[in-house]
């Protein structure tokens, strides 16, 4: 059987093969692996979360299932069924075109429909569980169709139920989005609001908000297309106020942003930077420049070369300030 390059299927443009995909563009055609177990085959969205660690063995299901639908069309609202194979920034643009607010903050964030959920995507004080209604799809181990709302989704801190019970097992067909025909802006996002102020921009529209989004997000992140990566591989830090205020006494300038009365949440990106990491290049693998969360592929890292780098940066934080990063990338072997 000969050797598919994955190289196109994944933004740290790891140059690993396969050597069976299939390409799923309706619901139907799932029902060829119905009954096969997690360890026989792989997901794949648009390839932004993921870190090839090695030549992979497994069969992979490509999610290429396309479609907007508008289902509800209430006074204020509407209810969206999207295809978990389109783009999701393609969905937001859509969104943002006819007028419905509520994803704008959202725009520029990589990878497909259906892997959003799964992440419980978020920026800018916006997060996918806040307009998710339901979402559709296969529990391919069981051969069953299922349908799971905003609840039974279980959304956390970018994870769901689709990183723990159903991790690997389900695969997100269609999600329901709810939208506002009437702008319901967030603008609190300090940064957000600097750039509007200083775009004399002062009643934003949605169309505002995510062309400034975009902007934001261009300038602090490498174009995968140029630099490989996938975006933030490690998530924001969270820790107790008591932990917190230890570390306050040696870091007075420290960042962190609430979470409840007893949790705080640290910026990995400042934990990684305060421990020299930010700029460093071994070989074609490095921490970006300008934005220490993210993890670059310069050219011809291997998936293994990017995870050697990640754990020494894991225990470099941890020994320097007794915090342990975790990652957000999935890895594949």
Known sequence: ?????????????????????????????????????????YILGGGSNVLLLDNIHKIILKNEIKGIELIHDLDHEV???????????????????????GIENLSLIPGTVGAAPVQNIGAYGVELKDVLVRVEGVNITEGKIMTINNVGCQF???????????????????????????????????????????????????????????KIRKQKLPDPA???????????????????????????TIPMYPVDDDTVKIPSAWLIEQAGWKGYR?????????????????????GKNIYDLALQIIASVEQKFGVRLTMEVNLWN
């Open 282 to 302: 071994y070989g074609d693998a490095g921490c970006h420049e300008k934005q220490a969360l993210v993890l670059v592929n310069y050219g011809n890292a291997s």
């Open 226 to 252: 140029i630099i490989g990566n996938a975006g933030s591989f490690f998530k924001n830090t969270t820790i107790s106020k008591n932990k917190y205020d230890l570390l306050l006494k040696n870091y007075p």
């Open 1 to 41: 059987m000969s050797e598919i390059s994955l190289k196109k299927y994944n933004t740290f443009n790891i140059d690993a093969t396969c050597q069976e995909i299939h390409f799923i563009k309706q619901v139907n055609d799932l029902e060829l692996f119905f009954g096969m177990s997690p360890d026989q085959y």
């Open 156 to 214: 956390g801190y970018r994870d769901s139920i689709f990183k723990h019970e159903l991790k690997d097992v389900f695969f997100i067909t269609h999600i329901h989005l709810k939208l506002s025909k009437i702008p319901k802006l967030n603008i609190d996002y300090a940064a957000l609001k600097q750039e509007l102020d200083q775009l004399n921009i002062f009643t934003p529209t949605a169309k505002d908000i995510s062309e400034v989004v975009t």
């Open 79 to 101: 209810v969206l069924r999207v295809g978990g194979g389109e783009i999701w920034n393609d969905m937001v643009q859509w969104s943002v075109e006819h007028h419905y607010s």
